[in-house]
């Protein structure tokens, strides 16, 4: 098994489908925003001007804060960020989402992460500069991080900064080529890390 506990110092995590459960419905934003399902929220928003933009990030936010008032943490995930934390290792929160929607969830849940790094403080993922910027924020160089998503944008976003990319497989997303390693549960980030393993109670 890969252990890489003397190296890393820090570890940075995507937020919906890692830490809380996703509850953004893209489909459904989408088709409310373009009138059709295609393509990627943000990189199509940007392609608007005006007044059609003004509205899109309108019905975007509306979304996103409704979800940050319901969604749930991901099973294990609280004594995993308070275990990690623990040993001293630095946590950051990169996303996609807005800085309003992730505040919400940060309030909600009482997450440990130092830093968080949203939309707003970068252009988003698959750019590896939110990544950057987490580790430049935690005085972390690039070999001293791993980023663990649940997306393909995660892993490249990972794979360009020159982090660790872990990927959390999951039926959209099994397998990447820009993964360094796989994993099918939180629970296995720890001995990852040359730590023990979670007590199943926590
Ligand atoms: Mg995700």
Redesign the pocket.
């Known amino acids: 098994m890969t252990v890489w506990s003397s190296t890393i110092r820090g570890v940075l995590f995507?937020?919906?489908?890692?830490v809380v459960a996703?509850c953004l419905d893209f489909v459904a934003i989408k088709q409310e925003i373009f009138g059709s399902t295609e393509g990627f929220i943000l990189e199509r928003i940007r392609g608007l001007s005006g007044k059609e933009r003004s509205r899109a990030e309108a019905i975007l936010e509306r979304h996103e804060t409704e979800a940050a008032n319901r969604c749930q943490p991901l099973d294990g995930v609280l004594p995993l960020l308070r275990r990690l934390d623990h040993h001293g290792l630095r946590l950051g929160l990169v996303t996609r989402n807005s800085r309003k929607s992730v505040n919400l969830i940060q309030a909600r849940l009482g997450l440990p992460f130092l830093t968080i790094v949203t939309r707003e403080d970068a252009p988003p993922k698959p750019a590896p500069d939110p990544i950057l910027l987490a580790c430049h924020r935690l005085g972390l160089r690039t070999d001293e991080a791993l980023f663990v998503?649940?997306?393909e944008f995660?892993m490249l976003a990972g794979r360009r900064a020159g982090v660790r990319t872990v990927l959390l497989s999951n039926p959209v997303q099994p397998t990447s080529p820009n993964a360094d390693h796989l994993i099918a549960s939180l629970a296995e980030i720890p001995p990852l890390l040359g730590l023990p393993g979670l007590d199943k109670k926590a």
Request: glycine share 20%; no cysteine.
């Open positions: 995507d937020m919906d489908g890692v996703q998503g649940d997306f995660d």
